[in-house]
């Protein structure tokens, strides 16, 4: 008579293996590890720390902001990388276009948001990858 593939026979009397059980289990494990875990998406953000303004006050300060800080990086931007710090060259320049100064600092501001949320999501990986290393530290490693 066979034995069976699950049965392991050893010294101390019968061990019952079931693989698919050990299976089953370690899926539903990870399964619930991977719901607790949090993605970066899922992230609450707290538009509060971001946007300084006097309570009550948050529409108007963010109107501005919106208004104000696009129009004065574009015309940094302009001053910097165009006029090449130059004031007399900056002058020369048609400053009589407030949307496309506007659009200019826009853009710029909207580059640099995203290389930032760029960086925020490696460092958000870097620290998960880390902490999963931390609980399972024979993950990833070439055992044989």
């Known amino acids: 008579m066979k034995k069976s593939a699950y049965k392991k026979d050893n010294n101390n ?3 019952y293996y079931d693989s698919v059980e050990d299976t089953r289990s370690y899926a539903a494990k990870i ?3 991977r719901k607790k875990r949090e993605s970066f998406g899922s992230q609450e ?14 529409n108007f300060a963010l109107t501005l902001y919106i208004i104000l800080i696009p129009y004065i990086v574009g015309v940094l931007f302009l001053f910097i990388f165009i006029a090449e710090v130059a004031f007399e060259k900056f002058l020369l320049l048609d400053m ?4 496309i100064v506007w659009a200019i600092g ?6 640099s948001l995203l290389f930032l949320i760029f960086v925020s999501f490696l460092s958000y ?3 998960s990858t880390s902490a999963q290393k931390i609980n ?3 993950r990833g490693s ?3």
């Open 13 to 15: 009397g019968s061990i």
């Open 31 to 33: 399964n619930q590890e």
């Open 45 to 58: 953000i707290d538009v509060n720390k971001y946007v300084l303004s006097p309570e009550g006050w948050e």
């Open 96 to 99: 009589s276009s407030i949307f």
């Open 106 to 111: 826009y853009e710029v501001i909207a580059v």
């Open 125 to 127: 990986l870097s620290k």
């Open 136 to 138: 399972n530290p024979h």
């Open 142 to 144: 070439n055992r044989d």
